[in-house]
């Protein structure tokens, strides 16, 4: 059964999925069949410089058709539910792009629907399926580190002046754009919720996010303290530590190519190189969640396990707290789902 993508929209993020996915060795049975846009003009752009078959003249068009199986959202926040629903109300499985939605609410809609409709959804929090992720699980389940006590994460990037993170009308936010890889990584070391959440930040004047400082309390004690700015770049770096020592992530921890374990080992991973130009860094990686979402729909799951409902529902959770205590408020909050 070949696994057929359709590529929804003809941005920056779906060209590098769809670079990623083309450069890969071996996607096994799979293709990217076709791409819709809102406007036809720039799909067939974005069909020609891809060498993909089939072009839609809207969302609407490949939801109905049967020429996909999954619809990839690479859409703006604000459009991801919509979007998810739409292709989800036709019968197409997806993977869409980070954070799923705008908020828990629309989340938790969101969710049911695939499950009403025994249909798989995922975000894509690609970090989870990156080898070096696999190799950290490893490391912080061997007990090298001894007891994890305490997490720092740092994840900033001068991405403010971008529409799409300062504008709230485009789902503009720190912690919905950068912050969820940072809440992404305490979750995925500490595996439960957290008993306390603390956040303060700075605003724009659009009323959105622009630094987040977020502090995790766990049970026993643990601690995960989160440094997200949209102003500066930082050592975006993550460090895990135990009783018995410490492994760290190097920058960049959401898409890793090397652990620095305990014992003073550097472990490297190379990514897939080739021609391709891409918009953000360490694209290439972009290709092992569409390599899990077609183990999955294969397997006939209705979700990945490396990267759950559950935990989709707990990171809005997080995030609908950290904004509420920035002083972050978006009309969609306001609105029954
Ligand atoms: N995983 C990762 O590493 C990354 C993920 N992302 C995520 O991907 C998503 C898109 O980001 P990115 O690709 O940089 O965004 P872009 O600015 O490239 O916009 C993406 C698409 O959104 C649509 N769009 C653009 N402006 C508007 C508007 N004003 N109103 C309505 N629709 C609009 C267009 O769709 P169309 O083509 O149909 O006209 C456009 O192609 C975000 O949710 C972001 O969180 C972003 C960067 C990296
Ligand atoms: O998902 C991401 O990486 C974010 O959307 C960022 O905005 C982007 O990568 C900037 O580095």
Redesign the pocket.
Known sequence: MTIRWGIV??????HDFVNAFNSFPDVGDQVIAAVA???KS?AEEFAKTHKIAKVFASYDEMAMSSDIDVAYI????P??FKLSKLFLECGKHVLC??PLCMNYKETESLLSIAKSKNLFIME?V?SRFAPSYMALEKEIQSGKLGDVQFVEVNFGVPIANVD?LRKKD?GGSAVL?IGIYTLQFAQFVFREEPVKVTAFGEINNDGVDVVDTIILEYSGNRRAVLNVNAKIRLWNKATVYGTKGRVTVEDPFHFPDTLIHNDGNVEKFSLHTSNQKYN?GN?AG?VYQALEVARCIKQGLNESPRMSHKESLLLAKLRDMVRKQVGVHFEVDDKEV
């Not at 929209?9 to 779906?14: D, H, L, P, R, V």
């Open positions: 929209t003809s941005g920056k993020i779906s846009a809102r406007d720039r690479g859409a703006l926040n459009d991801h792009e980070k894509a690609w799409r485009l754009d953000f694209s972009l």
